[in-house]
């Protein structure tokens, strides 16, 4: 599956975003999906995941509150709504696919055991 994340940029602090993941090839349908971020000068950090239909969500403490992660596997694109922003938040956000089987034995926010990367969309939030 190809995936490709959109709708970063620039917001004030306290403001929102919604940034997109979507399909080009492939379905979606059968992934749990995460959303992954990385700042200038720091490792990729585990953000949201959710499962295959939708029914599990786990969120980094740094997010929880503020994030909305959420999927559509009819329209083959998941979602993150953020809100509340904060200067940290600026990152490169990136989605990504895995396996049921994976999370299963690996846990969500493991990044290595992510098998399809979007090719990330930048986030900056002023103060």
């Known amino acids: 599956v190809q995936l490709q994340a959109s709708g970063g940029g620039s917001v004030q602090a306290g403001g929102s975003l919604r940034l997109s993941c979507a399909a080009s090839?492939?379905?979606?349908?059968?992934?749990?999906m995460a959303w992954f971020r990385q700042a200038p000068g720091k490792e990729r950090e585990f953000v949201a995941h959710?499962?295959?239909?939708?029914?599990?969500?786990n969120y980094a403490d740094s997010v929880s509150g503020r994030f909305t992660i959420s999927r559509d596997n009819a329209e083959n694109t998941m979602y993150l709504e953020m809100s509340s922003l904060k200067p940290e938040d600026t990152a490169v956000y990136y989605c990504?696919?895995?396996?049921?089987?994976?999370?299963?034995?690996?846990?969500?926010?493991?990044?290595?055991?992510?098998?399809?990367w979007g090719q990330g969309t930048l986030v900056t939030v002023s103060s």
């Open positions: 959710i499962t295959w239909r939708g029914a599990k969500q």
């Open positions: 990504a696919a895995t396996s049921p089987h994976r999370v299963v034995a690996w846990g969500p926010a493991q990044s290595g055991k992510y098998d399809y």
């Open positions: 090839e492939g379905s979606i349908g059968n992934y749990d």
